[in-house]
């Protein structure tokens, strides 16, 4: 069982940049695709951007892409999201997920993430 907890929400500015931290619990992180999706008000779940297990291959939306950077430090069970230029479209609920054990292929399908967190809340003012 994996339990992920995000961190680093919060009310910012248009323009301002952010990270938010998610920290797994369980074994083997470095096997584990890692992914952030957001929720926007009255918006569906959508993908933002994954990290395969190693760390050395990452995969963005369109709508973060050279603005939103994913990363992760194996030793400490911990993947980021650096975000930059913040616009108010970016306001959501951000959620961490992870593949299962040994699934360290990444994937931009919601499906393919067995596991969740509960979620960091970002609103970005104009």
């Known amino acids: 069982q994996v339990q992920l907890v995000e961190s680093g929400g919060g009310l910012v500015h248009t323009g301002d940049s952010l990270r938010l931290s998610c920290e797994a619990s369980g074994r083997a992180f470095s096997s584990r695709a890692m992914a952030w999706f957001r929720q926007g008000p009255g918006k569906e779940r959508e993908f933002v951007g994954s990290i395969n297990g190693s760390g050395d291959s990452t995969l963005y939306a369109d709508s973060v892409k050279g603005r939103f950077t994913i990363s992760r430090e194996n030793a400490k069970n911990t993947v980021y999201l650096q975000m930059t230029s913040l616009k108010p479209e970016d306001t959501a609920v951000y959620y961490c997920?992870?593949?299962?054990?040994?699934?360290?292929?990444?994937?931009?399908?919601?499906?393919?993430?067995?596991?969740w967190g509960q979620g960091t809340s970002l609103t970005v003012s104009s």
């Open positions: 997920a992870a593949r299962r054990l040994g699934l360290g292929t990444q994937s931009d399908v919601q499906t393919s993430y067995t596991y």
